[in-house]
């Protein structure tokens, strides 16, 4: 017989999506944006992609409002709005946003382990037995019930928020205004000296500031699974905000304390500003631990988000029925066990000593992969607001047009390339949507086999591709 489940409240689902959030991108987004945009540029991206986060946020929360029986999310979003084919895509790019992030985040877990231990650093092998074993413990842990898995995670983002306030509150004292003020800003880089502009600064530092928000919708994926409505709504808007002052502020202090070519180049980012406190040198290791429990907190949320909408779009039939079981204490176990499944075929990726490399592909693959459910949702946050235009203010409506601008943009910042290659996730699991509507007995309709036809021919392409050496991952 299954137990009855226990709700979440309001701090279980701010931690979840601070969880979810503040993963790998606060300890690394200042290297990687100095990389591509000055200090000026960058707090610049950080306005135009806070705020159209912040346009994203307000689409999620007006559709918990004005949809409060919609308790899935992005997912839900898409398939209320646009069909089953749309919501299963919404929720199949979800899910497979959450186990890439995983890779990414066992990635920077390990980069950041070797770091640690210097010339004892662990080998590729040794590195990916221990991440197996990592991701098979969380699976336990999940089996035990998804309150649990986010009381744990509770747990695990307070203290992963320990050095970050650190930095926060000792770091203002190195602030330095002839660093974050660099000659010359709006034609050449201070990190490299390469030439460039103030609109291609916002847009190469797009991908990774969008990767910083990415778990914003959190709450409206476990609504299902909240006390109420209101306190979704009430956590979304919450947590963005925490989120973003909490950027932002790292960022200035990263990029007014340490010149950028040595910020561009190091390794650990954060331990160069934390060392230069009155912390000194015992800086380096409080963030390096840091940043291994950040990202081991993140990968818990990140299992709980992804196995959470599998397993929606299961009980709606866009998924095989597979994925519906539950254990006694309310975990989706086959949905549970096809994540880690995905996740430990992907984490060969980390037997590569490219350990960097590894984690940015990751990250850029994943920003691509969220950017349509994101889209689906705020376009039908429009269709929303169109069919109530008579009963409401048009700020809502303006609102959801402002989130798919920024959606749009985004997939245009991140690049072609990277859409391209989600063609193939797309198309593989448009295989699962077709076996889903034959245990409905249903057939997709012609405008979904038109699309899953090109999908499906563009994957053979791209896995011909890879086959050939004519795409390089």
């Known amino acids: ?68 029986a919609l308790k899935s999310g992005v997912y839900a979003y898409a398939r209320e709005g646009f069909g089953d084919y749309m919501g299963f895509n919404s929720a199949w790019g979800y899910w497979s946003v959450g186990w890439l992030g995983n890779v990414s985040y066992l990635a920077l877990f390990f980069k950041t382990l070797n770091d640690l231990l210097g010339e004892r650093a662990l080998s590729p092998l040794t590195a990916f037995l221990t991440g197996s074993a990592l991701l098979w413990v969380f699976h336990a842990i999940l089996m035990a019930g998804i309150r649990e898995g986010a009381i ?29 003020l660099t000659a010359d800003w709006q034609s050449r880089l201070a990190s490299t000296g390469e030439t460039t502009t103030p609109l291609l600064q916002v847009k190469e530092a797009m991908a990774v500031i969008l990767w910083c928000f990415v778990g914003m919708e959190a709450a409206s994926v476990l609504s299902g699974r909240a006390k109420s409505q209101q306190t979704v709504r009430f956590t979304i808007i919450l947590s963005l905000l925490i989120v973003l002052a909490v950027y932002m502020l790292i960022t200035l202090i990263a990029m007014s304390s340490v010149p950028a070519d040595e910020l561009a180049a190091s390794e650990t980012p954060l331990a160069l500003v934390l060392e230069r406190t009155a912390v000194g ?16 907190g993140a990968s818990l949320s990140w299992i709980l988000l992804s196995v959470e909408t599998l397993y929606a779009a299961a009980k709606d ?14 975990t989706p176990v086959n949905a549970l066990l096809l994540t880690q499944c995905f996740t430990q075929f ?8 490219r350990l960097n490399e590894t ?42 047009l402002l989130a798919t601008l920024y959606s749009l943009y985004v997939i245009y910042a991140v690049g072609i390339r990277y859409l ?54």
């Open 420 to 473: 391209f290659l989600s063609v193939l996730f797309y198309g593989i699991g448009s295989l699962l949507f077709i076996r889903a509507k034959r245990e409905e007995k249903q057939q997709p309709k012609r405008w979904e086999w038109a699309v899953i036809i090109m999908l499906l021919t563009g994957s053979i392409g791209i896995i011909a591709g890879i086959l050939t050496g004519g795409i390089e991952l």
């Open 1 to 68: 017989m299954q137990k009855k489940e226990e709700k979440l409240g309001l701090w279980l689902l701010v931690f979840v999506a601070l969880g979810s959030m503040i993963g790998s991108g606060i300890f690394n987004s200042p290297k990687d944006l100095i990389r591509v945009a000055n200090p000026q540029g960058t707090m610049i991206a950080w306005v135009v992609g806070g705020l159209g986060a912040l346009m994203l946020a307000l689409v999620f929360v007006y559709l918990a409002a004005r949809k409060p």
């Open 281 to 296: 040198a015992a800086g380096g290791t409080i963030v390096k631990l840091g940043i291994m429990v950040s990202v081991l």
């Open 152 to 180: 744990l995670n509770f747990m695990v983002t307070t203290a992963k928020l320990i050095p970050i306030l650190l930095i926060i509150f000792l770091g203002v004292s190195l602030i330095r205004s002839d660093l974050f």
């Open 346 to 353: 992907f984490l060969l990726s980390i037997l590569s000593p």
């Open 359 to 400: 984690y940015l592909a990751a990250i850029t693959i994943a920003t691509t992969l969220v950017l349509i459910p994101y889209l689906l949702s705020s376009l039908y946050a429009v269709k929303v607001a169109l069919s109530l235009r008579k009963k409401e203010a048009t700020f809502h409506l303006v609102i959801a």
């Open 317 to 330: 039939g866009v998924l095989p029925r597979t994925f519906r079981k539950v254990n006694r204490k309310g």
